[in-house]
């Protein structure tokens, strides 16, 4: 790893003064010549500067997601681990609360909190009493008054369909789950199904008889709903599906069906979960970076903390198309 004192041995110059110069301090007297020779050194060789986070402690990692979103759905597993990594390394004291605690547990003299999962509207109201400094991962409930950051799911759908017509494909299926209303919690159509039926309506093929949703993003309804849709006297040649978790069971309905992927029909989906690349056929996927999603948010935490933001923001992170054989 490049050193100061390496940087200093270059360019002929103290250490203390590479150290003062990369620290931005005005104060120190270098010629503008020397000052641009120890940048350009430090890149050079590599050089990074530590950074020093400002302790904050107090905050609250509210885990609230149900049972099966945790077996079924790795998204918000990893959203979970990774905050926790990420905020160690950002000096960001975290106390993590799950659903089953409840509302009741959370400390009233929060700092902040990060939310994973889903709540409804009286417990976002509830929250935002306990604390207004607040950021949701994977959902944004309520923008006027808390930050998001989400995966661009509407984006990620979109290029799926334009992939599909780009090859030729015009009967072009969707298998996916419902989101929930936060003011009824009853299943409301989530931004995935949205985005499918606005991008196949532009390209003028849009087949009602193609789409299936689930109440739950698992493998088990994936199988159903692959079995469901082979009943059907047609099928489409290609088939946008929500989550790799539904493509896992789409998948193994119609390998015990016999048909052969991607020759009559492809498969496209979202999450590249590990498994994705040891199906048969590999499953060709969207890989959502949790890492940039989490610092992201630990980013905006720190910011309303540290310096008192106070308009809400709402961050939506792209994806990687991961191409395998299943298109």
């Not at 990074?48 to 986070?53: M, P």
Request: with cysteine.
């Amino acid at each position: 790893m490049a050193t100061i004192k390496e940087i200093a041995e270059i360019v002929g110059v103290s250490s203390a003064a590479v150290s003062r110069v990369l620290n931005y301090d005005e104060g120190i007297s270098v010629s503008e010549e020397t000052r641009e020779a120890i940048f350009a050194t430090a890149e050079k060789i590599g050089y990074k500067k530590k950074v020093i986070y400002p302790k904050i402690e107090n905050v609250a990692l509210l885990y609230f997601t149900d049972n099966e979103d945790e077996l079924e759905d790795v998204f918000y597993r990893g959203v979970r681990e990774e905050v926790i990594k990420q905020a160690k390394k950002m000096n960001i004291r975290l106390q993590i609360y799950d659903r089953r605690d409840g509302m009741s547990v959370i400390p009233r003299d929060l700092n902040a909190f990060i939310a994973v999962g889903w709540l409804t509207r009286k417990e976002i109201n509830q929250l935002y009493k306990i604390c207004p400094r607040g950021v949701f991962i994977g959902t944004s409930p309520d923008e006027k008054l808390f930050d998001a950051v989400r995966p661009n799911m509407d984006s990620f759908v979109t290029q799926m369909v334009d992939y599909f017509v780009e090859k030729g494909h015009k009967k072009i299926g969707f298998i996916g789950g419902s989101d929930r209303n936060i003011d009824t919690g009853k299943p409301s159509m989530d931004i995935r199904e949205w985005s499918f039926r606005q991008s196949v309506a532009y390209y003028h093929c849009l087949e009602e008889e193609y789409i299936l949703i689930s109440e739950k993003f698992t493998v088990d309804e994936g199988y159903r709903m692959g079995k469901e849709l082979l009943k059907k006297s047609s099928l489409p040649t290609a088939l946008c599906i929500a989550s790799d978790t539904l493509a896992v069971g789409v998948l193994q309905a119609l390998n015990e069906k016999g048909i052969q992927v991607p020759e009559q029909m492809a498969l496209f989906s979202i999450n590249d979960v590990n498994i994705a690349k040891y199906l048969s056929p590999p499953l060709t996927t969207i890989h959502i970076d949790i890492p940039c999603i989490c610092e992201t948010a630990l980013d905006l935490l720190r910011n309303r903390v540290l310096y008192g933001g106070k308009v809400t923001k709402l961050i939506f992170v792209n994806g990687i198309p991961i191409f395998r054989k299943s298109c």
